[in-house]
């Protein structure tokens, strides 16, 4: 089937804007995943979801972002007031979780914050 | 806390050279170890894992053997291709299957024709 999707590809935004971005995991993949890759940090963990268990929200940098997933599938990472260095690829990932270690990577937002 | 140290890029080698790119990680108990690669203008997927000790994960060439005595989970391939080019990072994840995946910062390697 197909894999992880996330939209926008791109998004471009003003500085103190509230910004949505959007995953579609693996459908049947009860795990999902939001990393972020910047210049400066690498690629960090922000947040997972795992079936109906409370989320692991441990790797979010302040109270500006936040992440729900709705009816187990379909997750919105939503950064409010965005700064210039929430500027980063915003990667979403999904495993079937069970005893598969594989997380399945979708392309990214990029998020630019002017 | 658990943490991935990777050989600082970039790293430049002629076709058919012997590739090695270093990985040590910080863990407590038993992490499981993975290799992902980017390449150009597509997304991150996984090259290949081990989850014990002494385990060798093997794929298009590239093998990595998950040695506890030197926390290290070097990355190797006997012969580059072109093709190689790319974003290699090592990363770990502890505990279940179901965990987050901890990533070194990326070595970027190009491969000369």
Same mark, same amino acid.
């Not at chain 1, 959007?22 to 979801?49: K, V």
């Given at each position: 089937? =197909?894999?992880?999707?996330?939209?926008?590809?791109?998004?471009?935004? *003003?500085?103190?804007?509230?910004?949505?971005?959007?995953?579609?995991?693996?459908?049947?993949?009860?795990?999902?995943?939001?990393?972020?890759?910047?210049?400066?940090?690498?690629? *960090? @963990?922000?947040?997972? @979801?795992?079936?109906?268990?409370?989320?692991?929200?441990?790797?979010?940098?302040?109270?500006? @972002?936040? =992440?729900?997933?709705?009816?187990?599938?379909?997750?919105?990472?939503?950064?409010?007031?965005?700064?210039?260095?929430?500027? =980063?690829?915003?990667?979403? =990932?999904?495993?079937?979780?069970?005893?598969?270690?594989?997380?399945? @990577?979708?392309?990214?937002?990029?998020?630019?914050?002017? | 806390?658990?943490?991935?140290?990777?050989?600082?890029?970039?790293?430049?080698?002629?076709?058919?050279?012997?590739?090695?790119?270093?990985?040590? /990680?910080?863990?407590?108990?038993?992490?499981?170890?993975?290799? /992902?690669?980017? /390449?150009?203008?597509?997304?991150?997927?996984?090259?290949?894992?081990?989850?014990?000790?002494?385990?060798?994960?093997?794929?298009?060439?590239?093998?990595?053997?998950?040695?506890?005595?030197?926390?290290?989970?070097?990355?190797?391939?006997?012969?580059?291709?072109?093709?190689?080019?790319?974003? /290699?990072?090592?990363?770990?994840?502890?505990?279940?299957?179901?965990?987050?995946?901890?990533?070194?910062?990326?070595?970027?390697?190009?491969?000369?024709?």
């Amino acid at each position: 089937g =197909a894999g992880v999707s996330q939209s926008p590809s791109n998004k471009v935004t *003003e500085k103190g804007k509230d910004v949505e971005l959007r995953c579609d995991p693996i459908s049947g993949h009860t795990a999902l995943y939001w990393y972020r890759q910047s210049l400066g940090q690498g690629l *960090e @963990f922000l947040i997972y @979801f795992q079936g109906n268990s409370a989320p692991d929200k441990s790797g979010l940098p302040s109270d500006r @972002f936040s =992440a729900e997933r709705t009816g187990g599938s379909v997750s919105t990472l939503t950064i409010q007031r965005t700064q210039q260095e929430d500027s =980063a690829v915003y990667l979403c =990932a999904s495993s079937s979780g069970g005893s598969s270690y594989e997380q399945y @990577f979708g392309p990214g937002t990029r998020l630019t914050v002017t | 806390g658990n943490s991935v140290t990777q050989m600082e890029g970039p790293v430049t080698l002629s076709e058919e050279a012997f590739l090695t790119i270093n990985c040590t /990680y910080t863990a407590t108990g038993y992490p499981s170890l993975f290799w /992902y690669v980017q /390449y150009p203008g597509e997304g991150l997927q996984l090259l290949l894992k081990a989850t014990k000790a002494d385990d060798k994960g093997s794929n298009k060439g590239f093998e990595a053997t998950y040695r506890k005595e030197t926390t290290s989970f070097h990355l190797e391939k006997g012969s580059v291709q072109v093709s190689d080019s790319a974003v /290699y990072f090592c990363a770990l994840s502890k505990g279940s299957s179901a965990s987050k995946i901890i990533f070194g910062s990326g070595t970027r390697l190009s491969i000369r024709p």
